[in-house]
């Protein structure tokens, strides 16, 4: 499900900032070779990552669910100098590409990455992060959430893809034969009772949950 007119979408990509042109070599070669392309951020969501980011100007970033890369490179625009991005992912067939796409980038030196099981990964650390964006298999999203919220420093920012999932969610009874649907749901219905956080949903393109640590 599109949730915005697609002219308005082209429209708002138009008068946001240009999407840079490693970006763009990433957007066509993912589109090109990579299964279910429809999984990268695009530009329009590349630049609300960026913009976060920026805001923040986070220290430490985790992003759980690598991908291509693009996401990581877009919120790398906002890192701190000194700061450092770790992206985890468990397709080792992408991760040498990716490698390549990431020793391009600016942020070479800052960009750590992690091939495995997310969960395994998370349980060596023992840091605080800044800003963590969750983008991977959906049926651990809770899973990753209550695993990183500890790790996360109070004021932080915790962003969430999909959690609209296709429109799905607001149509339980309709997609019962879609399990992650109901996934998705019991997520969203667990940051919703959650008083730790304060959070919304954003409908752009599949649905983003900004949650923030409070700071009490």
């Known amino acids: 499900m599109d949730f915005l007119d697609k002219r308005i979408e082209d429209y708002s990509q138009i008068f946001s900032d240009r999407e840079p042109s490693l970006l763009k070599e990433i957007h066509d070669y993912t589109l090109q070779n990579v299964p279910q392309p429809r999984m990268l951020s695009g530009h329009l969501q590349g630049r609300f990552l960026s913009m976060i980011s920026k805001i923040k100007r986070p220290k430490k970033i985790l992003e759980i669910g690598t991908y291509t890369g693009y996401s990581a490179l877009c919120m790398a625009e906002g890192l701190d100098e000194k700061g450092e991005l770790i992206t985890i992912d468990r397709d080792k067939s992408l991760y040498d590409k990716v490698s390549e796409f ?11 990455q992690r091939l495995g099981n997310a969960l395994d990964i998370l349980s060596e650390f023992d840091e605080k992060f800044d800003l963590v964006f969750i983008d991977a298999d959906k049926k651990n999203y809770k899973n990753y959430f209550n695993k990183v919220l500890p790790m996360v420093n109070p004021g932080g920012i915790i962003l969430v893809d999909n959690v609209l999932w296709s429109g799905k969610v607001i149509d339980l009874e309709k997609h019962k ?19 730790q956080v304060t959070k919304m949903i954003l409908p752009v393109r599949d649905g983003i949950t900004i949650i923030i640590k409070n700071e009490k």
């Open 177 to 195: 034969d879609d399990k992650l649907t109901k996934v998705m749901d019991d997520f969203n219905r667990h940051i919703a009772n959650n008083d």
């Open 102 to 112: 990431f020793n391009r980038s600016e942020y070479k030196n800052q960009i750590i």
